[in-house]
């Protein structure tokens, strides 16, 4: 239930941002809006702060540095500056009713699922994600 | 739209209430990743809750479709026509196309804006922070690119 209604905020408050608008996130990528440089900047302080007030009660995220941080950042670039979407505003751009963000969420499907296949094939590295 | 440092401030605390309360943190991509691991069945149940979170996005998104007057837009999303022109078969080609180096991208890079970029760099992470530089300086080149080759 808990997760649910943090992904209902973190939706709505994207969403009501502008950062699920392909036009916001243009202005940014070329320099001619700082609001959402603000938002970031902002919500990176946050948990900054709260993660020291807090820190008793904080569950530190877990990162490595491995090999596909580095290739896999720059394709995902590609995909961001084109569509203006990532993997969670693509599903929050559905909630709006601009279903043809269905193609972005397709396209990430079966992009993962390639990058899954390939990986267990020719990659020795282990597979690291965020909810770690 | 929400100002800057309202939105960003609600961010920030939203993901510390579900570190706080449930010692997860946010990682859109990685939602993907448990999508298509459920599918080719090597799934791990103690991530279900990525896809609870992911309907709850859902549902965020469409109250924001009802607080904006249920302004229906199928075939398009804010700007993107100034970009690409109108034909919606083109932009879904666009988009899928993007998708496919946003999935291949964050499922091996290990995460997106919200895991690297937010919460990685909000608890200070420094392969997180390398991994934002780099997806936002490529961001930046191609939309700079984009725009040379297509803006009328």
Not at chain 2, 12 to 35: E, P
Not at chain 2, 92 to 119: D, N, Q, W, Y
Request: aromatic letters at 16%; a positive charge.
């Amino acid at each position: 239930m808990i997760y649910l209604i943090t992904g209902i905020a973190f939706g709505l408050i994207l969403s009501l941002a502008g950062a699920t608008q392909f036009k916001v996130l243009h202005d940014m990528f070329t320099f001619r809006s700082f609001h959402l440089y603000g938002v970031i900047m902002v919500a990176v302080i946050t948990i900054i702060s709260g993660s020291i007030i807090f820190r008793k009660k904080i569950t530190k995220p877990f990162r490595a540095f491995h090999p596909g941080i580095i290739p896999g950042s720059v394709l995902f670039g590609i995909g961001w500056g084109l569509s203006g979407t990532c993997p969670g505003p693509a599903i929050i751009q559905i909630g709006e009713m601009h279903l043809i963000a269905a193609a972005t969420i397709a396209g990430i499907l079966i992009g993962n699922l390639i990058y899954k296949k390939i990986h267990y094939k020719y990659f020795k590295w282990e597979e690291h994600s965020c909810d770690e | 739209m929400l100002k800057w440092y309202i939105a960003g401030f609600l961010i920030g605390v939203t993901a510390l209430l579900l570190n706080y309360l449930k010692g997860k943190n946010i990682s859109a991509s990685s939602t993907y990743s448990f999508i298509v691991d459920f599918f080719t069945k090597s799934y791990r149940k103690e991530k279900l809750w990525l896809f609870y979170f992911f309907i709850g996005m859902f549902f965020g998104g469409f109250i924001s479709f009802m607080i904006n007057g249920f302004k229906f837009i199928p075939h398009t999303i804010a700007g993107l026509d100034e970009i690409y022109g109108s034909n919606p078969v083109l932009k879904a080609i666009i988009l899928f196309t993007s998708g496919l180096f946003i999935g291949f991208g964050t499922r091996m890079a290990g995460g997106c804006t919200s895991g690297h970029c937010i919460v990685g760099a909000g608890f200070l992470k420094l392969p997180s922070v390398v991994a934002t530089l780099v997806f936002f300086l490529t961001a930046v080149a191609t939309s700079f690119f984009i725009e040379f080759l297509l803006k009328q």
